[in-house]
Protein backbone atom coordinates (compact mmCIF):
# COMPACT_ATOMS: atom_id res chain seq x y z
CA UNK A 1 0.00 0.00 0.00
CA UNK A 2 1.11 3.74 -0.49
CA UNK A 3 0.34 7.09 0.29
CA UNK A 4 -0.13 9.53 -2.67
CA UNK A 5 0.99 12.85 -1.95
CA UNK A 6 -0.90 15.31 -4.67
CA UNK A 7 0.55 19.45 -4.59
CA UNK A 8 -2.07 21.13 -6.06
CA UNK A 9 0.44 24.18 -6.37
CA UNK A 10 2.77 22.80 -8.66
CA UNK A 11 0.81 19.59 -9.63
CA UNK A 12 4.01 17.58 -8.08
CA UNK A 13 2.64 13.76 -7.39
CA UNK A 14 4.87 11.78 -4.74
CA UNK A 15 4.08 8.02 -3.98
CA UNK A 16 5.59 7.15 -0.24
CA UNK A 17 5.79 2.98 0.24
CA UNK A 18 4.12 2.11 3.38
CA UNK A 19 6.25 -0.35 4.98
CA UNK A 20 6.77 -2.85 8.11
CA UNK A 21 8.81 -0.42 9.42
CA UNK A 22 6.70 2.69 8.52
CA UNK A 23 4.58 4.79 11.47
CA UNK A 24 1.99 4.55 8.97
CA UNK A 25 1.69 0.78 8.74
CA UNK A 26 -0.81 -0.09 11.32
CA UNK A 27 -2.44 3.67 10.43
CA UNK A 28 -5.72 3.62 8.39
CA UNK A 29 -8.23 6.08 8.27
CA UNK A 30 -8.19 8.60 11.15
CA UNK A 31 -5.41 7.07 12.60
CA UNK A 32 -3.26 8.17 9.15
CA UNK A 33 -5.30 11.47 8.84
CA UNK A 34 -4.76 12.22 12.42
CA UNK A 35 -1.32 11.46 12.29
CA UNK A 36 -0.09 13.44 9.06
CA UNK A 37 -2.13 16.56 10.56
CA UNK A 38 -0.51 16.18 14.02
CA UNK A 39 3.45 15.98 12.09
CA UNK A 40 2.58 18.33 9.08
CA UNK A 41 0.04 20.87 10.06
CA UNK A 42 1.11 24.02 11.31
CA UNK A 43 -1.64 23.93 14.36
CA UNK A 44 -2.32 27.75 14.11
CA UNK A 45 -2.99 28.10 10.49
CA UNK A 46 -5.69 28.75 8.44
CA UNK A 47 -7.98 25.90 7.93
CA UNK A 48 -8.94 26.96 4.65
CA UNK A 49 -5.41 28.74 3.55
CA UNK A 50 -2.53 26.55 2.28
CA UNK A 51 -1.27 25.37 5.05
CA UNK A 52 -3.63 23.01 5.77
CA UNK A 53 -3.66 19.65 4.07
CA UNK A 54 -6.92 17.28 3.45
CA UNK A 55 -6.62 13.56 3.98
CA UNK A 56 -8.63 10.88 2.47
CA UNK A 57 -7.70 8.01 3.99
CA UNK A 58 -9.43 3.94 3.78
CA UNK A 59 -8.38 1.62 6.72
CA UNK A 60 -6.12 -1.02 7.60
CA UNK A 61 -8.55 -3.60 6.68
CA UNK A 62 -9.72 -2.19 3.65
CA UNK A 63 -10.41 -4.16 0.44
CA UNK A 64 -10.58 -7.50 2.69
CA UNK A 65 -14.03 -9.35 3.21
CA UNK A 66 -13.72 -8.35 6.73
CA UNK A 67 -17.72 -7.01 7.03
CA UNK A 68 -18.38 -3.24 7.42
CA UNK A 69 -14.94 -2.53 6.25
CA UNK A 70 -15.15 -0.41 3.06
CA UNK A 71 -15.33 3.50 4.78
CA UNK A 72 -13.35 6.48 4.23
CA UNK A 73 -11.61 8.70 7.06
CA UNK A 74 -11.31 12.42 6.09
CA UNK A 75 -9.18 14.55 7.64
CA UNK A 76 -7.98 18.12 8.48
CA UNK A 77 -7.68 20.52 10.72
CA UNK A 78 -11.46 22.05 10.85
CA UNK A 79 -13.17 25.49 9.89
CA UNK A 80 -15.66 25.27 12.42
CA UNK A 81 -13.09 23.65 15.77
CA UNK A 82 -10.19 25.34 14.61
CA UNK A 83 -9.06 21.59 15.94
CA UNK A 84 -8.26 18.52 14.51
CA UNK A 85 -10.89 16.72 12.79
CA UNK A 86 -12.14 13.18 10.98
CA UNK A 87 -15.69 12.47 9.52
CA UNK A 88 -15.68 9.00 8.18
CA UNK A 89 -18.31 7.80 5.18
CA UNK A 90 -19.48 4.77 3.23
CA UNK A 91 -19.84 4.47 -0.44
CA UNK A 92 -18.18 2.94 -3.22
CA UNK A 93 -15.15 4.67 -3.92
CA UNK A 94 -13.01 3.43 -0.42
CA UNK A 95 -12.64 0.25 -1.95
CA UNK A 96 -11.80 0.72 -5.02
CA UNK A 97 -8.94 3.14 -3.85
CA UNK A 98 -7.81 0.42 -1.96
CA UNK A 99 -7.58 -1.86 -4.91
CA UNK A 100 -5.32 0.42 -6.47
CA UNK A 101 -2.82 -0.19 -3.35
CA UNK A 102 -3.64 3.36 -2.35
CA UNK A 103 -4.02 3.73 1.63
CA UNK A 104 -4.77 7.52 1.34
CA UNK A 105 -4.72 10.41 -1.03
CA UNK A 106 -2.97 13.54 0.69
CA UNK A 107 -4.09 17.01 -0.77
CA UNK A 108 -1.25 19.99 -0.39
CA UNK A 109 -1.63 23.83 -1.16
CA UNK A 110 -3.49 25.54 -3.08
CA UNK A 111 -4.29 25.55 -7.27
CA UNK A 112 -5.03 28.49 -9.03
CA UNK A 113 -7.98 26.85 -10.51
CA UNK A 114 -10.87 24.23 -10.13
CA UNK A 115 -9.62 20.86 -11.06
CA UNK A 116 -10.64 17.22 -10.89
CA UNK A 117 -8.16 14.45 -9.91
CA UNK A 118 -8.90 10.88 -11.72
CA UNK A 119 -7.03 7.89 -10.99
CA UNK A 120 -7.18 4.85 -13.40
CA UNK A 121 -4.85 2.01 -14.30
CA UNK A 122 -2.66 4.46 -15.96
CA UNK A 123 -1.86 6.98 -13.22
CA UNK A 124 -3.12 9.70 -11.58
CA UNK A 125 -4.05 12.83 -13.78
CA UNK A 126 -4.88 16.54 -12.42
CA UNK A 127 -7.43 17.64 -15.11
CA UNK A 128 -9.31 21.01 -15.38
CA UNK A 129 -13.14 21.15 -13.57
CA UNK A 130 -14.45 24.69 -15.02
CA UNK A 131 -17.00 22.93 -16.26
CA UNK A 132 -18.19 21.40 -13.43
CA UNK A 133 -18.24 24.76 -11.08
CA UNK A 134 -20.95 25.70 -9.12
CA UNK A 135 -22.82 21.54 -9.91
CA UNK A 136 -24.40 20.40 -7.28
CA UNK A 137 -23.31 16.52 -6.48
CA UNK A 138 -26.27 14.89 -8.00
CA UNK A 139 -25.99 16.87 -11.08
CA UNK A 140 -22.08 16.58 -10.87
CA UNK A 141 -22.02 12.40 -10.23
CA UNK A 142 -24.38 12.02 -13.61
CA UNK A 143 -21.77 14.00 -15.85
CA UNK A 144 -18.84 12.30 -14.13
CA UNK A 145 -20.68 9.01 -14.58
CA UNK A 146 -21.25 9.50 -17.79
CA UNK A 147 -17.94 10.31 -18.78
CA UNK A 148 -15.80 7.60 -16.77
CA UNK A 149 -18.24 4.99 -16.25
CA UNK A 150 -21.16 3.82 -14.21
CA UNK A 151 -19.09 1.79 -11.51
CA UNK A 152 -16.41 4.81 -10.96
CA UNK A 153 -16.24 6.16 -6.94
CA UNK A 154 -16.19 9.25 -6.76
CA UNK A 155 -15.47 11.93 -3.90
CA UNK A 156 -17.25 15.57 -4.35
CA UNK A 157 -18.06 18.82 -3.21
CA UNK A 158 -21.15 20.56 -3.78
CA UNK A 159 -21.73 24.49 -3.84
CA UNK A 160 -21.53 24.92 0.25
CA UNK A 161 -17.29 23.49 -0.39
CA UNK A 162 -17.29 25.60 -3.28
CA UNK A 163 -18.19 28.70 -1.62
CA UNK A 164 -15.98 27.55 1.89
CA UNK A 165 -18.68 27.41 3.88
CA UNK A 166 -17.78 26.11 7.16
CA UNK A 167 -20.56 23.36 7.60
CA UNK A 168 -19.95 21.97 4.13
CA UNK A 169 -19.24 18.26 3.41
CA UNK A 170 -17.70 15.65 1.10
CA UNK A 171 -19.91 13.54 -0.41
CA UNK A 172 -19.19 9.88 -2.08
CA UNK A 173 -21.39 7.92 -4.17
CA UNK A 174 -23.36 4.82 -3.11
CA UNK A 175 -23.51 1.18 -4.52
CA UNK A 176 -27.12 2.77 -6.10
CA UNK A 177 -25.14 5.60 -7.80
CA UNK A 178 -26.15 8.50 -5.51
CA UNK A 179 -24.37 11.01 -3.69
CA UNK A 180 -25.86 10.04 -0.49
CA UNK A 181 -22.56 9.05 1.59
CA UNK A 182 -20.92 12.21 3.22
CA UNK A 183 -18.14 12.75 5.32
CA UNK A 184 -20.25 15.53 7.11
CA UNK A 185 -19.13 16.59 10.33
CA UNK A 186 -16.77 19.78 10.45
CA UNK A 187 -16.81 21.71 7.32
CA UNK A 188 -14.12 19.15 5.69
CA UNK A 189 -16.04 19.74 2.61
CA UNK A 190 -15.14 23.75 2.82
CA UNK A 191 -10.84 22.33 3.17
CA UNK A 192 -11.64 20.32 -0.31
CA UNK A 193 -13.03 23.48 -1.43
CA UNK A 194 -10.34 25.60 -0.26
CA UNK A 195 -7.88 23.38 -2.26
CA UNK A 196 -10.30 23.98 -5.64
CA UNK A 197 -10.36 20.50 -6.25
CA UNK A 198 -14.27 19.72 -7.02
CA UNK A 199 -14.03 15.76 -6.95
CA UNK A 200 -11.44 13.11 -7.12
CA UNK A 201 -12.68 9.95 -9.37
CA UNK A 202 -11.35 6.67 -9.09
CA UNK A 203 -11.86 3.94 -12.29
CA UNK A 204 -11.86 0.49 -10.47
CA UNK A 205 -8.29 -1.58 -11.79
CA UNK A 206 -8.87 -4.63 -13.27
CA UNK A 207 -7.24 -6.76 -10.43
CA UNK A 208 -6.42 -5.62 -6.80
CA UNK A 209 -3.59 -5.02 -5.15
CA UNK A 210 -4.96 -5.63 -2.16
CA UNK A 211 -2.82 -8.62 -0.61
CA UNK A 212 -4.04 -10.58 1.74
CA UNK A 213 -1.00 -13.17 3.51
CA UNK A 214 -3.47 -15.81 5.19
CA UNK A 215 -6.97 -15.12 3.64
CA UNK A 216 -8.28 -19.12 4.87
CA UNK A 217 -7.22 -18.23 8.44
CA UNK A 218 -8.92 -14.74 7.72
CA UNK A 219 -12.29 -15.77 6.23
CA UNK A 220 -12.30 -18.00 9.52
CA UNK A 221 -12.44 -15.25 11.69
CA UNK A 222 -14.49 -12.74 9.29
CA UNK A 223 -17.35 -15.21 8.65
CA UNK A 224 -18.70 -16.49 11.89
CA UNK A 225 -18.27 -12.33 13.04
CA UNK A 226 -20.36 -11.12 9.66
CA UNK A 227 -22.93 -14.37 10.40
CA UNK A 228 -23.54 -12.92 13.82
CA UNK A 229 -24.00 -9.34 12.75
CA UNK A 230 -26.74 -10.68 10.40
CA UNK A 231 -28.52 -12.12 13.16
CA UNK A 232 -28.02 -9.43 15.48
CA UNK A 233 -28.61 -6.20 13.40
CA UNK A 234 -31.55 -7.79 11.69
CA UNK A 235 -33.98 -4.61 12.90
CA UNK A 236 -31.43 -1.91 11.36
CA UNK A 237 -31.46 -4.12 8.41
CA UNK A 238 -35.57 -3.36 8.70
CA UNK A 239 -35.97 -0.21 9.68
CA UNK A 240 -32.27 1.54 9.47
CA UNK A 241 -31.39 4.25 11.73
CA UNK A 242 -34.37 5.87 12.34
CA UNK A 243 -35.68 2.86 14.35
CA UNK A 244 -34.22 5.30 17.08
CA UNK A 245 -36.64 7.88 16.47
CA UNK A 246 -39.61 6.64 18.92
CA UNK A 247 -36.95 4.99 21.42
CA UNK A 248 -35.34 8.30 22.09
CA UNK A 249 -38.00 10.14 22.28
CA UNK A 250 -39.48 7.77 24.46
CA UNK A 251 -36.32 8.14 27.14
CA UNK A 252 -37.17 12.01 26.48
CA UNK A 253 -33.97 12.68 24.72
CA UNK A 254 -34.36 13.19 21.24
CA UNK A 255 -33.89 17.26 19.97
CA UNK A 256 -37.08 18.56 20.20
CA UNK A 257 -37.22 22.89 19.49
CA UNK A 258 -34.03 23.68 19.43
CA UNK A 259 -33.25 21.20 22.39
CA UNK A 260 -35.48 23.03 24.87
CA UNK A 261 -37.15 19.52 24.81
CA UNK A 262 -36.60 15.57 24.51
CA UNK A 263 -39.80 14.53 23.09
CA UNK A 264 -42.28 15.52 20.53
CA UNK A 265 -45.63 14.91 20.43
CA UNK A 266 -45.66 14.27 16.99
CA UNK A 267 -43.27 11.58 16.55
CA UNK A 268 -45.23 8.84 15.34
CA UNK A 269 -45.48 10.62 12.05
CA UNK A 270 -41.86 10.62 11.69
CA UNK A 271 -41.33 7.49 13.34
CA UNK A 272 -38.61 4.65 11.48
CA UNK A 273 -42.11 2.38 11.39
CA UNK A 274 -43.57 5.33 9.33
CA UNK A 275 -40.79 5.39 7.13
CA UNK A 276 -40.17 1.58 6.65
CA UNK A 277 -44.23 1.64 5.55
CA UNK A 278 -44.03 4.71 3.04
CA UNK A 279 -40.72 3.60 1.70
CA UNK A 280 -42.22 -0.06 1.24
CA UNK A 281 -45.88 1.19 -0.06
CA UNK A 282 -44.18 3.76 -3.07
CA UNK A 283 -41.48 1.42 -4.03
CA UNK A 284 -38.64 2.28 -2.52
CA UNK A 285 -35.81 0.41 -1.49
CA UNK A 286 -34.68 -1.30 2.22
CA UNK A 287 -31.67 -3.15 3.66
CA UNK A 288 -29.26 -1.20 1.34
CA UNK A 289 -25.61 -1.55 1.97
CA UNK A 290 -23.62 1.74 2.51
CA UNK A 291 -20.59 0.18 1.34
CA UNK A 292 -19.48 -3.34 -0.70
CA UNK A 293 -18.57 -4.57 2.59
CA UNK A 294 -21.58 -3.82 4.80
CA UNK A 295 -23.59 -6.77 5.77
CA UNK A 296 -26.00 -4.62 8.53
CA UNK A 297 -27.78 -2.66 5.79
CA UNK A 298 -28.85 -0.07 7.46
CA UNK A 299 -29.60 2.24 4.69
CA UNK A 300 -32.88 3.09 2.85
CA UNK A 301 -33.77 4.41 -0.69
CA UNK A 302 -37.11 6.89 -0.48
CA UNK A 303 -39.11 8.07 -3.55
CA UNK A 304 -42.10 10.13 -4.05
CA UNK A 305 -45.68 9.30 -4.52
CA UNK A 306 -44.54 8.68 -8.70
CA UNK A 307 -41.90 6.72 -7.71
CA UNK A 308 -38.83 9.05 -8.42
CA UNK A 309 -35.76 9.22 -6.19
CA UNK A 310 -35.91 11.64 -3.46
CA UNK A 311 -32.80 10.89 -1.35
CA UNK A 312 -30.84 7.67 -0.43
CA UNK A 313 -30.51 6.92 3.21
CA UNK A 314 -32.45 9.21 5.38
CA UNK A 315 -31.56 8.92 8.91
CA UNK A 316 -31.67 9.09 12.48
CA UNK A 317 -29.59 11.79 12.70
CA UNK A 318 -31.17 13.93 10.05
CA UNK A 319 -34.44 13.22 10.84
CA UNK A 320 -34.06 14.24 14.36
CA UNK A 321 -32.04 17.54 14.16
CA UNK A 322 -34.27 18.67 10.87
CA UNK A 323 -37.71 16.98 12.11
CA UNK A 324 -38.20 17.02 15.99
CA UNK A 325 -35.71 19.73 16.52
CA UNK A 326 -37.34 22.20 14.34
CA UNK A 327 -40.68 20.62 14.90
CA UNK A 328 -40.82 19.30 11.32
CA UNK A 329 -43.20 16.45 11.33
CA UNK A 330 -43.61 15.35 7.52
CA UNK A 331 -41.39 12.70 5.90
CA UNK A 332 -41.38 14.01 2.82
CA UNK A 333 -39.86 17.28 3.78
CA UNK A 334 -37.13 15.83 5.53
CA UNK A 335 -36.78 13.27 2.97
CA UNK A 336 -36.39 16.63 0.53
CA UNK A 337 -34.25 18.45 3.26
CA UNK A 338 -32.07 15.37 3.30
CA UNK A 339 -31.59 15.59 -0.76
CA UNK A 340 -31.03 19.31 -0.72
CA UNK A 341 -28.10 19.02 1.64
CA UNK A 342 -26.68 16.09 -0.23
CA UNK A 343 -27.27 18.17 -3.63
CA UNK A 344 -25.54 21.47 -1.99
CA UNK A 345 -22.85 19.50 0.33
CA UNK A 346 -24.08 20.47 4.16
CA UNK A 347 -24.01 18.71 6.53
CA UNK A 348 -27.74 17.66 7.51
CA UNK A 349 -26.67 17.87 12.01
CA UNK A 350 -24.92 21.42 11.72
CA UNK A 351 -28.02 22.73 9.12
CA UNK A 352 -30.60 21.49 11.37
CA UNK A 353 -29.06 22.81 14.24
CA UNK A 354 -28.25 25.66 12.70
CA UNK A 355 -32.19 26.07 11.66
CA UNK A 356 -32.91 25.14 15.21
CA UNK A 357 -31.00 28.54 16.68
CA UNK A 358 -32.42 30.80 13.66
CA UNK A 359 -36.77 29.19 14.97
CA UNK A 360 -35.36 29.69 18.57
CA UNK A 361 -34.66 33.26 17.84
CA UNK A 362 -37.94 34.09 15.82
CA UNK A 363 -35.98 34.55 12.40
CA UNK A 364 -38.07 31.92 11.39
CA UNK A 365 -41.22 30.09 11.58
CA UNK A 366 -41.28 26.66 13.81
CA UNK A 367 -42.02 24.04 11.55
CA UNK A 368 -41.82 25.58 8.52
CA UNK A 369 -40.38 22.88 6.24
CA UNK A 370 -40.50 25.06 3.13
CA UNK A 371 -38.46 27.85 4.37
CA UNK A 372 -35.68 25.26 5.13
CA UNK A 373 -35.73 24.08 1.50
CA UNK A 374 -35.71 27.95 0.38
CA UNK A 375 -32.55 28.41 2.50
CA UNK A 376 -30.72 25.22 1.06
CA UNK A 377 -31.88 25.56 -2.58
CA UNK A 378 -31.84 29.36 -3.40
CA UNK A 379 -29.66 30.74 -0.64
CA UNK A 380 -26.88 28.36 -0.16
CA UNK A 381 -27.01 27.26 -3.63
CA UNK A 382 -25.88 30.93 -5.19
CA UNK A 383 -24.28 32.03 -1.89
CA UNK A 384 -26.52 35.03 -1.03
CA UNK A 385 -25.47 36.91 2.60
CA UNK A 386 -28.01 34.92 3.98
CA UNK A 387 -26.83 31.09 2.31
CA UNK A 388 -23.58 32.04 3.97
CA UNK A 389 -25.38 32.93 7.46
CA UNK A 390 -26.47 29.32 7.17
CA UNK A 391 -23.55 27.69 6.20
CA UNK A 392 -21.45 28.27 8.28
CA UNK A 393 -22.24 26.55 11.20
CA UNK A 394 -24.54 26.65 14.33
CA UNK A 395 -21.22 29.07 16.67
CA UNK A 396 -21.88 31.04 13.70
CA UNK A 397 -25.92 31.77 13.35
CA UNK A 398 -26.01 32.06 17.01
CA UNK A 399 -23.10 35.14 17.72
CA UNK A 400 -25.11 36.36 14.46
CA UNK A 401 -28.19 36.71 16.34
CA UNK A 402 -27.18 37.20 19.52
CA UNK A 403 -28.78 33.92 20.52
CA UNK A 404 -28.83 32.64 24.66
CA UNK A 405 -28.98 28.81 23.49
CA UNK A 406 -26.23 27.26 20.82
CA UNK A 407 -26.25 23.93 20.83
CA UNK A 408 -22.34 23.48 20.41
CA UNK A 409 -19.10 22.69 21.60
CA UNK A 410 -15.92 23.46 20.51
CA UNK A 411 -17.45 25.01 17.75
CA UNK A 412 -19.26 22.21 16.10
CA UNK A 413 -23.49 21.30 16.63
CA UNK A 414 -24.76 18.58 18.82
CA UNK A 415 -25.87 16.05 17.31
CA UNK A 416 -29.49 13.95 17.73
CA UNK A 417 -28.74 13.10 21.57
CA UNK A 418 -29.72 15.09 24.68
CA UNK A 419 -26.33 15.32 26.89
CA UNK A 420 -28.88 15.90 29.95
CA UNK A 421 -30.58 12.93 29.49
CA UNK A 422 -27.79 10.50 27.79
CA UNK A 423 -25.28 10.90 30.24
CA UNK A 424 -22.08 9.22 28.64
CA UNK A 425 -22.87 10.62 25.33
CA UNK A 426 -22.82 14.23 26.57
CA UNK A 427 -19.08 13.17 28.24
CA UNK A 428 -17.96 12.23 24.66
CA UNK A 429 -19.20 15.42 23.39
CA UNK A 430 -17.87 17.19 25.81
CA UNK A 431 -14.28 15.75 25.64
CA UNK A 432 -13.93 14.57 22.32
CA UNK A 433 -10.79 15.94 20.25
CA UNK A 434 -13.46 16.40 17.52
CA UNK A 435 -16.43 18.57 18.86
CA UNK A 436 -19.34 17.37 20.14
CA UNK A 437 -19.38 14.52 17.51
CA UNK A 438 -21.79 11.48 18.82
CA UNK A 439 -19.47 9.08 15.94
CA UNK A 440 -16.37 9.57 18.16
CA UNK A 441 -17.76 7.72 21.10
CA UNK A 442 -21.49 7.12 20.57
CA UNK A 443 -23.21 6.04 24.16
CA UNK A 444 -26.56 5.38 22.68
CA UNK A 445 -29.05 3.56 24.73
CA UNK A 446 -27.68 0.16 25.69
CA UNK A 447 -24.56 0.54 23.65
CA UNK A 448 -21.83 -1.15 26.75
CA UNK A 449 -17.95 -1.19 25.13
CA UNK A 450 -17.49 -4.77 28.11
CA UNK A 451 -19.70 -6.85 28.58
CA UNK A 452 -17.75 -7.83 32.24
CA UNK A 453 -18.59 -4.24 33.49
CA UNK A 454 -21.39 -2.32 34.60
CA UNK A 455 -21.54 0.79 33.83
CA UNK A 456 -25.21 2.26 35.46
CA UNK A 457 -28.17 3.44 34.55
CA UNK A 458 -28.59 5.37 31.04
CA UNK A 459 -29.50 8.65 32.88
CA UNK A 460 -27.14 8.66 36.07
CA UNK A 461 -23.75 10.09 36.44
CA UNK A 462 -22.39 6.85 37.69
CA UNK A 463 -19.68 5.25 35.52
CA UNK A 464 -20.41 7.43 32.72
CA UNK A 465 -16.75 8.76 32.17
CA UNK A 466 -15.34 5.27 31.81
CA UNK A 467 -18.28 4.47 29.39
CA UNK A 468 -17.60 7.20 27.22
CA UNK A 469 -13.89 7.09 27.25
CA UNK A 470 -13.67 3.58 26.41
CA UNK A 471 -16.22 3.62 23.64
CA UNK A 472 -13.77 6.99 22.50
CA UNK A 473 -10.84 4.29 22.57
CA UNK A 474 -12.35 1.79 20.70
CA UNK A 475 -14.15 3.64 18.00
CA UNK A 476 -10.61 5.72 17.26
CA UNK A 477 -10.05 1.45 16.36
CA UNK A 478 -12.39 1.09 14.62
CA UNK A 479 -12.15 4.07 12.54
CA UNK A 480 -8.41 3.22 11.59
CA UNK A 481 -9.25 -0.12 10.57
CA UNK A 482 -12.42 1.67 7.93
CA UNK A 483 -14.87 0.01 10.25
CA UNK A 484 -18.23 1.53 11.06
CA UNK A 485 -18.84 1.53 14.52
CA UNK A 486 -22.49 -0.34 14.73
CA UNK A 487 -20.75 -3.40 14.57
CA UNK A 488 -19.78 -2.72 17.93
CA UNK A 489 -16.75 -0.78 19.52
CA UNK A 490 -16.23 -3.49 22.48
CA UNK A 491 -13.30 -4.93 24.33
CA UNK A 492 -14.11 -8.41 22.78
CA UNK A 493 -14.65 -7.26 19.65
CA UNK A 494 -10.48 -5.87 20.07
CA UNK A 495 -9.89 -9.28 19.55
CA UNK A 496 -11.50 -10.01 16.71
CA UNK A 497 -9.70 -7.18 14.93
CA UNK A 498 -6.50 -7.96 16.10
CA UNK A 499 -6.54 -11.77 14.61
CA UNK A 500 -8.22 -10.11 11.50
CA UNK A 501 -5.02 -7.82 11.00
CA UNK A 502 -2.48 -10.49 12.14
CA UNK A 503 -4.29 -13.07 9.26
CA UNK A 504 -4.06 -10.56 6.92
CA UNK A 505 -0.37 -9.13 7.29
CA UNK A 506 1.05 -11.96 8.97
CA UNK A 507 1.53 -10.31 12.55
CA UNK A 508 0.97 -11.53 16.27
CA UNK A 509 -0.49 -8.58 17.90
CA UNK A 510 -2.55 -8.72 21.03
CA UNK A 511 -6.07 -7.45 22.23
CA UNK A 512 -3.70 -5.07 24.02
CA UNK A 513 -1.43 -4.02 20.69
CA UNK A 514 -5.07 -3.30 18.73
CA UNK A 515 -6.51 -1.21 21.82
CA UNK A 516 -2.60 0.87 22.05
CA UNK A 517 -3.65 1.71 18.45
CA UNK A 518 -6.48 3.50 19.60
CA UNK A 519 -4.91 5.32 22.77
CA UNK A 520 -1.98 6.46 20.63
CA UNK A 521 -4.55 8.15 18.12
CA UNK A 522 -6.36 10.06 20.79
CA UNK A 523 -2.57 11.25 22.46
CA UNK A 524 -1.93 12.57 18.73
CA UNK A 525 -5.21 14.35 18.82
CA UNK A 526 -4.96 15.61 21.63
CA UNK A 527 -1.36 17.32 21.32
CA UNK A 528 -2.52 18.78 17.93
CA UNK A 529 -5.31 20.38 19.68
CA UNK A 530 -3.16 21.18 22.50
CA UNK A 531 -1.05 23.50 20.22
CA UNK A 532 -3.82 24.99 18.52
CA UNK A 533 -5.52 26.29 21.69
CA UNK A 534 -8.03 24.06 22.10
CA UNK A 535 -6.74 22.79 25.89
CA UNK A 536 -8.88 20.34 27.43
CA UNK A 537 -9.82 22.81 30.15
CA UNK A 538 -12.01 23.72 27.23
CA UNK A 539 -14.15 20.40 27.69
CA UNK A 540 -17.78 21.87 28.56
CA UNK A 541 -21.02 21.88 27.32
CA UNK A 542 -23.60 24.86 26.35
CA UNK A 543 -24.60 26.74 30.19
CA UNK A 544 -28.08 26.27 28.93
CA UNK A 545 -27.28 22.05 29.60
CA UNK A 546 -26.25 23.12 32.98
CA UNK A 547 -29.33 25.57 34.00
CA UNK A 548 -32.31 24.54 32.21
CA UNK A 549 -33.88 21.22 32.98
CA UNK A 550 -35.23 18.60 29.98
CA UNK A 551 -38.78 18.21 29.45
CA UNK A 552 -40.26 15.82 30.42
CA UNK A 553 -37.23 14.50 32.36
CA UNK A 554 -36.56 17.24 34.70
CA UNK A 555 -32.69 16.32 34.01
CA UNK A 556 -29.75 18.82 33.67
CA UNK A 557 -26.28 18.34 32.44
CA UNK A 558 -24.34 17.16 36.23
CA UNK A 559 -20.50 16.58 35.36
CA UNK A 560 -18.36 19.32 36.77
CA UNK A 561 -15.61 21.29 34.97
CA UNK A 562 -12.97 19.50 37.05
CA UNK A 563 -14.04 15.75 35.68
CA UNK A 564 -14.10 16.96 32.17
CA UNK A 565 -10.80 18.86 31.95
CA UNK A 566 -8.81 15.73 34.01
CA UNK A 567 -10.89 13.34 31.74
CA UNK A 568 -8.04 12.14 29.82
CA UNK A 569 -5.56 11.38 32.64
CA UNK A 570 -7.55 7.95 32.03
CA UNK A 571 -5.36 7.39 28.78
CA UNK A 572 -2.30 6.94 31.81
CA UNK A 573 -4.38 4.73 34.30
CA UNK A 574 -7.20 3.28 32.98
CA UNK A 575 -7.37 -0.75 33.22
CA UNK A 576 -9.41 -2.68 30.55
Same mark, same amino acid.
Given at each position: ?34 ? &? ?122 ? =??? %????? =? ?12 ? +? ?7 ? &? ?58 ? %? ?11 ? %? ?60 ? /? ?99 ? &? ?7 ? =???? =? ?25 ? /? ?40 ? /? ?44 ? /? ?17 ? +???
Amino acid at each position: MKIVRINLENEHILFDEITSDSKYFLRGGRGLSSQ &VIHDEVPPLCDPLGGGNKLIIANGVLAGSPFPCSARTSVGAKSPLTKGIKEANVGGRPAIILARHGIRAIILEDVSSDLKIILIDEDGIKILPAGEYKGLGNYELHSRLKQKYGKNIGIYSIGP =AGE %YLMKS =ATVGANDLEGYPSR +HAARGGLGA &VMGSKRVKAIVIIPPKTSKVEMQDIKKFREISKPFAKNLVSTKKVFSIYGTPNMMVPMNS %YGGIPTKNFRMGS %YDKIDNISGEKLHELVIARGGKKSLACSPTCVIKCSNLVVDEKGNHITSSLEYETMALNGTN /LLIDNLDSLARIDHLCDDVGIDTIEFGGTVGVAMDCGKIEWGNAEKTFEILDTEIRNNTEEGQLYGNGVQNIGIVLKAKRIPQVKGQGISAYDSRVFKAMG &VTYATSPMG =ADHT =AGAAIANRVPSLHKDYGELTKNENKLD /LSFELQIYTAVMDSMGCCYFIGPSYENMEILANAINAMYDLT /LTREDVINIGINIIRTELEFNEKAGITQKMNNVPKFFREEPSKPTE /LKYSFDNEELSNFWKRLDE +HNF
